[in-house]
């Protein structure tokens, strides 16, 4: 995963500024109209970086403040109208689920190790609608809301125990096991203005399924939230 990061901050640092204010595209063979690109024209896009936080509203086993999801991606959007705009973002992202201190045993009966995570690197897809409230300029988003749905699947996923201490620094790594789900939906809804937004999205999963027939509860928090950055040049 640490792979994905670097060639994400390297191509987000090349391409990040590259974006033009209001360009006409002359070529009709290719295009067949001029097509303009800034953020109040036809069309738009630019990156985007976000990281969010699962809240604590479910009794399962995840921690939720040392849990999290980072995604970067790409987005585009459409103009329907002034105030309404239709897009669709690809993104690359990790969650990782880090176990609450007194769940560890239904993973590690013999509490060898202090720390057991799951984690999905996955690629997903998402389709939304934008209602442009105010303040946007060539320049500027201005102010918006997205309300919108997002499938992504696991390229990899897995669970990692770990053991730190004084004298040891262990890590077990099971990749792809039959209990962990790779397929995740769900909607969302965002709120920006330029480039700042807030993030927060609802998911609907099977997490952990079957890892034991104890009367286990494997949920965790469906609702996450979190900050994202719109990397486009002013």
Known sequence: MKTIYIIGLVFCSFTMFAQRHSETVKDK?????DTQWSCVDKHFGYYFINY???LPISNGLENELLSGSFNFGYTYRYKIVDMVDVGA??????RRSVLKKDSLQNFDPGTFYNKIYTYHNDISGS???????AKSTYRNLGAFVDLGGFYSYSLGYGTQYVLKSSDLNQKARFKNPEYLSPVNYGGFIRFGYNNLALYANYSVENWISNFSSQNVDYDRSPIKIGIQLNLYAK
């Open 29 to 33: 063979d290719i295009y067949g109209a």
């Open 127 to 133: 389709l939304y609608l934008r209602v442009n409230i």
């Open 52 to 54: 969010l936080k699962p």
């Open 89 to 94: 973002e690809i993104a690359l992202g990790n």
